[in-house]
């Protein structure tokens, strides 16, 4: 069975019939879902999910106990290094959903540093990723870094600063186009 990473912004609660058309098109296709723990888009997935009665789902939390499981549906526990606090605790297990996932539906606010950081692990990978971009509310499916520079090109300034500081954004592009573009 195919799996997708579905996760997204905190500051995304609220599912509109975009992001639902697509958790439904996943439901029809049988596929199944990893998602993550957190409130917000996390959360919102979940209740979705739940609300539908979809069992294919697999919840992943960092650390000893879960934040949100709205419908008792298995989970995976993944342990951060030793000493691992903050944004990188939490890593850990999206490391873990994007290395699991064929595919990837990120719901980005253009502004979560963890969210394109997801987008970034799955097309490390080489992963197909739909990302539901909020400003625009539409959605775009990336397969390698170049596609993603559009988006990045609409995020504010303030926040691409703290991209580049926080998830070493520009040497990831940079170490992508190598791999897409060897000498």
Same mark, same amino acid.
């Given at each position: 069975?195919?799996?997708?990473?579905?996760?997204?912004?905190?500051?995304?609660?609220?599912?509109?019939?975009?992001?639902?058309?697509?958790?439904?098109?996943?439901?029809?296709?049988?596929?199944?879902?990893?998602?993550?723990?957190?409130?917000?888009?996390?959360?919102?997935?979940?209740?979705?999910?739940?609300?539908?009665?979809?069992?294919?789902?697999?919840?992943?939390?960092?650390?000893?106990?879960?934040?949100?499981?709205?419908?008792?549906?298995?989970?995976?526990?993944?342990?951060?290094?030793? @000493?691992? !606090?903050?944004?990188?605790?939490?890593? &850990?297990?999206?490391?873990?959903?994007?290395? +699991? #996932?064929?595919?990837?539906?990120?719901?980005?606010?253009?502004?979560?540093?963890?969210?394109?950081?997801?987008?970034?692990?799955?097309?490390?990978?080489?992963?197909?990723?739909?990302?539901?971009?909020?400003?625009?509310?539409?959605?775009?499916?990336?397969?390698?870094?170049?596609?993603?520079?559009?988006?990045?090109?609409?995020?504010?300034?303030?926040?691409?600063? @703290?991209? !580049?500081?926080?998830?070493?954004?520009? &040497?990831?592009?940079?170490?992508?186009?190598? +791999? #897409?573009?060897?000498?």
């Amino acid at each position: 069975m195919k799996e997708v990473f579905v996760g997204g912004s905190r500051r995304i609660s609220r599912l509109n019939e975009v992001v639902r058309a697509r958790l439904e098109a996943m439901i029809g296709a049988r596929l199944g879902v990893l998602v993550g723990d957190a409130n917000g888009a996390d959360k919102a997935v979940q209740k979705h999910f739940a609300d539908q009665g979809y069992r294919t789902v697999t919840v992943f939390y960092s650390g000893a106990q879960y934040r949100n499981n709205l419908s008792n549906w298995p989970t995976q526990q993944v342990q951060p290094g030793s @000493g691992q !606090r903050g944004f990188l605790f939490y890593v &850990a297990k999206d490391v873990a959903m994007a290395k +699991e #996932a064929d595919y990837g539906f990120m719901l980005w606010d253009g502004k979560s540093k963890g969210t394109l950081n997801n987008v970034l692990n799955l097309i490390e990978r080489r992963k197909k990723v739909v990302v539901y971009f909020d400003p625009e509310q539409r959605c775009y499916t990336l397969s390698s870094m170049d596609a993603l520079r559009p988006l990045l090109r609409a995020c504010p300034d303030d926040a691409l600063a @703290g991209f !580049r500081r926080s998830i070493e954004l520009e &040497a990831r592009l940079q170490q992508a186009e190598a +791999e #897409a573009n060897p000498a």
